[in-house]
């Protein structure tokens, strides 16, 4: 399933696993236009924590802050975003010709 994907994985600055964040690049064209996933974990919680988040979200909670967890990206890896969005436009460049 994954063979055409090309991964990047990024890890936030404070170094907490749960900040981590992972690209994926379907790098096969033949089905359609490129696409790139981001992927992040969800923090780890109890279970009780969890419980009355998911009933907060089921009911449809719009608290602006409560579902998001944020990355620092580190500046060491502006060569490796490059890199990513470069492979990124050069299939858009390939799928438009
Ligand atoms: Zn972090």
Redesign the pocket.
């Known amino acids: 399933m994954y063979n055409d994907f090309k991964f990047y994985h990024f890890d936030?600055?404070?170094i907490?696993p749960e900040?981590s964040i992972r690209f994926m690049l379907d790098t096969n064209i033949s089905y359609g236009k490129p696409e790139l996933y981001l992927e992040m974990q969800l923090n780890k919680l109890s279970f009780w924590n969890r419980l009355v988040t998911g009933i907060k979200y089921i009911l449809g909670s719009r608290k602006h802050n409560e579902f998001w967890e944020?990355?620092?990206i580190s500046p060491k890896d502006i060569p490796r975003f490059k890199e990513m969005f470069n492979d990124f436009e050069n299939l858009f460049i390939e799928y438009n010709r």
């Open positions: 936030c600055e404070c907490t900040h944020c990355t620092i």
